[in-house]
């Protein structure tokens, strides 16, 4: 099958990166540098698209409803490396935020051939997942073209899914399909067609807005402390201790005696310190307003 990239921003070539092949280490290593920049500004464009995203993600959360990427390759890696940052990050299941790539686990490591080109594969993962109205469905393709991110969305909205496009290229197929569309264009790569570069870390950036967003949204970030975090390593056991020390100005003692009585539930020693309640009282609390601490705490 010909596939037509010659329209594609993605596919065009650099007119700054034409010599890199000539250029000393450091002068090539500026020339990439100086094409990152531009990825930042890129996503600022994007941020209203952003935003209607992270509101729908969060309305689906509030509804027992799932974050579900899409993609292939560097775009499906991307998405799976968001999604298994969320557990320990914000304590959620693991099945809140689920990353599929084309090709399945082997694809994680190394390509699965003509996988991102099946349509019915990205149909058929998503029914694997049972996919319902309140889940949302985020495809992730540099391209906006590929097919097996295409099959997905063009099911997801068969069945009342909110579809999200993040994609690098404009008027795109994806765009078409999508409920939202978040598209930053970086421009052509320092590589040609090398889109792990700068579309990868527009992607990188966009996901990194869409989880951390809908997880302040959702009440599992006090401040700036992620207060929902799961003591799974000796780094993260002290990360509670330092979020509770942070959140309460108690001393260290003072906040493991406190995540001690809470079986190290953050939220729960951090309510205990501010209220100056035990910890059954404080599990209460925050169960009745949803795991919000500044609601929990204003409660009588």
């Known amino acids: 099958m010909k596939i037509d990239l010659t329209r594609l921003v993605t596919e065009s070539r650099n007119a700054a990166s034409a010599h890199i092949d000539t250029l000393s280490t450091l002068d090539m290593l500026k020339v990439i540098n100086q094409e990152d920049q531009k990825v930042a500004i890129a996503v600022e464009t994007q941020l209203p698209n952003i ?3 992270v509101d729908a993600i969060t309305h689906a959360f509030a509804n027992q409803g799932r974050l579900i990427y899409m993609g292939a390759g560097t775009s499906g ?8 940052e969320c557990p320990p990050t914000y304590g959620t299941k693991p099945e809140m935020v689920v990353g599929l790539i084309a090709g399945g686990h082997p694809a994680i490591l190394k390509a699965v051939e003509n996988a991102e080109d099946n349509a019915e594969l990205g149909q058929r993962n998503l029914e694997e997942l049972v996919l319902t109205s309140n889940d949302v469905v985020v495809g992730i393709a540099a391209s906006g073209r590929t097919p097996y991110v295409l099959g997905g969305m063009r099911y997801a909205k068969t069945v009342g899914a909110t579809v999200v496009a993040i994609a690098c290229n404009p008027q795109c197929p994806m765009v078409e399909e999508a409920d939202i569309a ?12 090398s889109s792990r570069m700068k579309a990868g870390t527009a992607q990188k950036l966009v996901l990194n807005m869409l989880t951390s967003g809908a997880m302040i949204r959702s009440g599992k970030v006090y401040g700036n402390l992620m207060v929902d975090v799961e003591a799974t390593n000796a780094k993260l056991v002290q990360r509670q201790v330092n979020i509770v020390v942070e959140a309460t100005d108690a001393s260290p003692e003072e906040a493991e005696a406190a995540l001690n009585a809470c079986n190290r539930h953050c939220k729960t020693a951090i309510l205990m310190l501010l209220a100056e309640i035990d910890a059954s009282e404080a599990k209460a609390r925050l169960e009745q307003h949803n795991g919000f601490i500044r609601a929990a705490l204003n409660a009588k």
């Open 51 to 53: 935003v209607r995203s």
């Open 77 to 84: 890696r991307l998405g799976i490396l968001d999604a298994s």
């Open 182 to 193: 978040i598209t930053p264009i970086v421009g052509p790569e320092v590589v040609t067609g």
